[in-house]
């Protein structure tokens, strides 16, 4: 009985030594990757570009005592910024928010209510110059410009968007082999440990009230079209290393030769 329990205290002592062995063998390693240095940064990537969408943002708004009035006179002006826009070519218009509310006006004593009936309407186009010629008759309608905005359209902006982000990731490592010499160590002694892509716009956009463009003018409008700001910037953070063995293969190989020596 005796000897029994003495047996199976040494074998428990044996594998409580293994395990200590296993593990100050192993916290070295452990601790030279928590004391890696790692560097986070980012690079940005832009490009100035001509813009090619023209879009422009029409409110149709009518007010009377009766909403059913308001409504009416609204929606008959809607339809015919509606017909004009359509014989333009190339032009594409979408009908956006309607709205309807009211408000007293008067003194007091003798507060009347009216209706305000507003719809919106979108108007986008390649071909600047022939919807701003027709603005001023869509105003002559009933509608009034609210506001234009010069953009870049979709399909383009996605392609030139891949196209900065593949020139910014290049540049995020070439960024990383400069920091690894730097620090000196060959150019290829870092690892990827995170990375981030993104993009961003700056759109201009030119407001235009109502004061700036009479209703009872004709005449076409003119505003410049500019150009646009688009970027992509990449962010992420390296860890530069040893140049022999990595971590991982360090911790396979190290740990292959201790159970090896414990059979």
């Given at each position: 009985m005796n000897?029994?329990?003495?047996k199976?205290?040494m074998?428990?002592?044996k594998?409580?030594f293994?395990?200590l062995l296993?593990?100050l063998?192993?916290?070295?390693?452990?601790?030279?990757a928590?004391?890696?240095?790692?560097i986070?940064?980012q690079?940005?990537?832009?490009?100035?570009?001509?813009s090619?969408?023209?879009?422009?943002?029409?409110?149709v708004?009518?007010?009377a005592?009766?909403?059913?009035?308001a409504?009416?006179q609204?929606?008959?002006?809607?339809?015919?910024?509606?017909e004009m826009?359509?014989?333009i070519?190339?032009?594409?218009?979408?009908s956006g928010d309607?709205?309807?509310?009211?408000?007293?006006y008067?003194k007091k004593?003798?507060?009347?209510?009216?209706?305000i009936?507003?719809?919106t309407?979108?108007?986008?186009t390649?071909y600047f110059?022939?919807?701003?010629?027709?603005l001023?008759?869509?105003?002559q309608?009933?509608?009034?410009?609210?506001?234009?905005?010069?953009?870049v359209?979709?399909?383009r902006?996605?392609?030139i968007e891949d196209?900065?982000?593949?020139?910014?990731?290049?540049?995020?490592?070439e960024?990383?082999s400069?920091?690894?010499?730097?620090a000196?160590?060959?150019?290829?002694q870092?690892?990827l440990?995170?990375?981030?892509?993104?993009?961003q716009?700056?759109k201009?956009?030119?407001?235009?009230?109502?004061?700036m463009?009479?209703?009872e003018?004709n005449?076409?409008?003119t505003?410049p079209?500019?150009?646009?700001?688009?970027?992509?910037?990449?962010?992420g953070a390296?860890?530069?290393t040893e140049k022999?063995v990595?971590?991982?293969?360090?911790?396979?190989s190290l740990?292959?030769k201790?159970?090896?020596?414990?059979?």
């Open positions: 000897s029994n329990t003495s199976n205290g074998v428990y002592f594998h409580i293994q395990f296993l593990t063998l192993l916290l070295p390693l452990a601790s030279q928590h004391d890696a240095a790692s986070h940064y690079v940005t990537e832009t490009k100035m570009v001509e090619d969408l023209l879009v422009v943002t029409i409110n708004q009518f007010k005592q009766d909403a059913g009035a409504a009416e609204t929606n008959k002006a809607a339809l015919q910024v509606i826009a359509q014989a070519e190339g032009i594409s218009i979408t309607y709205q309807t509310w009211s408000q007293k008067g004593s003798m507060n009347r209510l009216e209706w009936v507003r719809q309407l979108t108007m986008e390649k110059g022939q919807l701003l010629g027709r001023g008759e869509i105003q309608a009933g509608g009034t410009v609210q506001s234009l905005a010069y953009t359209s979709p399909k902006k996605r392609e196209q900065l982000k593949v020139k910014a990731v290049g540049r995020f490592r960024r990383a400069d920091y690894a010499e730097a000196g160590k060959a150019r290829d870092w690892e440990l995170v990375i981030n892509v993104g993009e716009q700056d201009p956009i030119m407001p235009i009230s109502r004061g463009f009479a209703m003018s005449q076409a409008i505003a079209a500019g150009t646009n700001t688009l970027s992509a910037t990449v962010s390296i860890a530069l022999q990595n971590f991982e293969e360090k911790i396979q740990t292959e201790v159970v090896e020596q414990l059979k």
